[in-house]
C-alpha cells in the first residue's frame, strides 16, 4: 500500500472504529473462531433496500492471516 495513501485513509479508520466500536469487538471475536473451511459472508443493504452478497470459504493462507490481525488487535 502506498505510504501516503495510508496516512489519508488512517484518520477515517480512526473515526470509523469509534462511530462502530461493536464491530471490531465482533472481528476480533470472530477471528479466534475461524478455521479452514470456515465461510464468511458479508451483507450490503442500501437505504433503498438493495441487498448485495458475497462469502468466502476460508483456506489454510487465511486462517494464518486472521491470525496475525487477531494477534495485531490484541497488542
Known amino acids: 500500500m502506498n505510504p501516503l495513501a495510508f496516512m489519508k485513509i ?6 470509523f472504529t ?3 466500536p461493536k464491530l471490531l469487538m465482533f472481528l476480533s471475536a470472530a477471528a479466534g473462531e475461524v478455521n479452514k473451511d470456515s ?6 443493504q442500501n437505504a433503498e433496500g438493495y441487498t448485495m452478497r458475497t462469502n468466502i470459504k476460508v ?5 494464518e492471516l486472521f491470525g496475525e490481525l487477531k494477534n495485531m488487535m490484541n497488542k
Open 10 to 15: 488512517k484518520p477515517l479508520f480512526e473515526r
Open 18 to 20: 469509534q462511530d462502530h
Open 39 to 44: 465461510i464468511i459472508e458479508i451483507t450490503v
Open 59 to 63: 483456506n489454510e493462507n487465511d486462517v
